[in-house]
């Protein structure tokens, strides 16, 4: 079980209070967060639109609205070439939208899952050519694409890449890297060797903003302003969602793209991504229902990346295009439908590889190489989300392909994926990603030496391998009140970097339980504070793990009386976070299990 810790970062919270108007409590939560400083702690609270760091700043950005701005005024055909995520659409919708408004001649191309793999590659490269295209853009991919680079420049086409995943390099032999950059007319990254950028942690669309937002500047193009509803404060809706959905740490300069992101999503005018809230029941309605990062990147992102998953991405694209309400609708609901399938299948090759991993001779590995030679390729990378949370252990899971195996990996914060890959890239056709995500290909005979070899590298220690969870306070349920509620509000958007902040309870009354979802994956709780004050308590984790440490620790019996709501209940530690529920327009606090003992 993951080990708990309470946070124990010291500063002076009654002067923090004084100093920014909030309870001792946020300060504390505050400093959780490594929030140090007043400066920090007032970017923290209420940075805004003009704190955003300048798009010169990355290295390349000059050069490439430089050639832009003259195709453009060359009328030459532009080509966008993106990838098949959520990050990789938005990127595309971007750039396309913000070249259009440029008066540019533009098109976008999304590579199919299946047909094209990850990126840029041979085949988009000879159609382009075959098309008569003068200029390829890249966004989220491009910077391991050198081969294919060289084959556009052999067309005589220019090629600007805009990414945001690690450059690959090589091992010299002094221990030190050599870098490979693609052969681009220009290159954005900035994860390039000698790029200036403050924030390195940008997904792919929001370099692909910063370089619309660069175009529009030497066009003489309206900015972006906070009071404004032009065309880059819609653009960047796209950038915070795909910030969200790519998992992209929720601090410095990505927590106020995602902050106003999000508050311009709200009333968004993008019609396309209105009927997608619209089909999942979350279209914001001015009544107290709001949508919040976890809608973007649990609701609408699953929805737009199961378009590419199980179908092509270019859907996804095609929804967020649309202008008619009575044509974005079904376009939305496709997608929706797609992404109900995909949850399905997903469960199903879940129970596969936890049996190969419980049963098999990887039970006892540091790193997990799981293949399913069955499963949807597009669902590998879920797949290992989930077996990494179960184990807390680098996750691979690896698919049969028309052309060998593909897979995806996941990692954990002490583990490097990318570069522990690198280790061993000769066993890869193709690979890349970044410390907590990867991609591959790779021959299937070669599978079980890789996970030999992989396991030998590792270098992860058992401390390593036990999941830590901080907690931000030790504080009953009884605390939780509306105000509390509201002000922690303050602290949003909550996600990777900047996570929600949960509280523990020790000895928990649960008095009833019943199981909720047409899948039976949550279950609503009653329980009882000191005061004999009832509560709803909801939990959304693995059920059966809960049930079965239900039953070891007290018994079968006690378990079932639980789900009928007899007998004296069960007492429990708990990890809870606090919440607001509207329901039919009413209010009422409720609270989350994150965890138990």
Request: glycine letters at 8%.
């Amino acid at each position: 079980m993951a080990k708990w810790f309470v946070a124990a970062k010291r500063a002076d919270f009654n002067e923090i209070s004084r100093e920014f108007g909030i309870s001792p409590v946020v300060a504390r939560i505050i400093r959780n967060r490594d929030v140090v400083g007043k400066e920090q702690i007032r970017k923290y609270l209420h940075a805004n639109l003009e704190e955003l760091y300048a798009p010169t700043l990355l290295k390349g950005m000059r050069e490439a609205a430089a050639i832009l701005r003259e195709k453009i005024r060359e009328k030459k055909p532009i080509r966008i070439i993106g990838d098949y995520d959520v990050d990789g659409v938005c990127s595309a919708f971007i750039l396309k939208k913000g070249l259009a408004f440029c008066a540019a001649q533009v098109d976008t191309a999304i590579p199919h899952r299946m047909r094209d793999g990850y990126g840029l590659n041979e085949h988009l490269v000879e159609e382009a050519a075959a098309d008569g295209i003068d200029t390829i853009v890249t966004c989220d991919n491009g910077i391991a694409a050198a081969q294919q680079i060289a084959l556009a420049k052999e067309y005589k086409m220019t090629v600007v890449v805009t990414d945001h995943h690690e450059v690959p390099y090589e091992e010299d032999g002094d221990g030190g890297r050599r870098y490979i950059l693609p052969p681009a007319d220009a290159v954005v990254d900035p994860k390039q060797p000698g790029c200036p950028y403050p924030f390195k942690e940008i997904c792919g669309a929001v370099v692909a903003f910063k370089l619309v937002q660069e175009l529009f500047a030497i066009s003489g193009l309206p900015g972006l302003s906070a009071d404004g509803r032009g065309v880059l404060e819609e653009l960047l809706e796209f950038a915070a969602l795909a910030t969200v959905c790519d998992v992209m740490t929720l601090q410095d300069e990505n927590r106020i793209l995602v902050k106003y992101g999000l508050a311009m999503l709200q009333n968004s005018q993008n019609t396309g991504l209105r009927a997608l809230m619209e089909v999942n029941g979350i279209l914001p309605d001015g009544r107290g229902k709001k949508l919040g990062a976890f809608h973007l990147g649990f609701v609408i992102g699953p929805c737009m990346n199961a378009s590419g998953r199980l179908d092509s991405a270019a859907r996804a694209l095609e929804l967020l295009d649309s202008t008619d309400w009575e044509e974005a609708v079904p376009r939305a609901a496709f997608l929706k439908q797609l992404n109900d399938s995909r949850k399905e299948m997903t469960e199903s090759f879940v129970r596969e590889a936890v049996g190969l991993v419980e049963n098999g001779a990887m039970a006892k590995d540091r790193v997990l190489v799981v293949f399913l030679p069955d499963c949807h390729e597009s669902i590998a990378g879920i797949i290992a989300g989930r077996l990494r949370e179960r184990y807390y252990k680098p996750v691979f899971v690896l698919t049969r392909g028309e052309e060998g195996v593909k897979g995806s990996g996941r990692s954990i914060e002490t583990y490097h994926m990318y570069e522990e890959m690198t280790k061993c890239s000769h066993f890869f056709t193709r690979y890349g990603g970044h410390k907590m995500a990867a991609g591959l290909s790779m021959q299937e005979e070669d599978v079980e030496a890789f996970r030999l070899e992989i396991n030998m590298l590792c270098r992860l220690t058992a401390e390593d391998l036990e999941e830590h969870i901080l907690i931000d306070a030790a504080m009953p349920i009884s605390y939780v009140s509306f105000d509390l509620v509201e002000e922690l509000e303050c602290l949003q958007p909550f996600g990777a970097g900047n996570p929600k902040p949960v509280f523990a309870h020790r000895n928990l009354l649960f008095l009833s339980a019943k199981i909720l979802g047409k899948s039976g994956n949550a279950i609503r709780f009653t329980v009882a504070d000191e005061q004999q004050k009832r509560w709803e308590m909801m939990y959304f984790g693995d059920r059966i793990a809960f049930e079965d440490y239900v039953v070891s620790k007290y018994s079968q019996k006690q378990l079932e009386n639980l789900y009928e709501g007899r007998g004296e209940g069960v007492r429990l530690h708990v990890i809870y976070d606090p919440g607001i529920h509207i329901w039919q327009g009413k209010a009422r606090l409720q609270l989350v299990m994150r965890n138990y003992q």
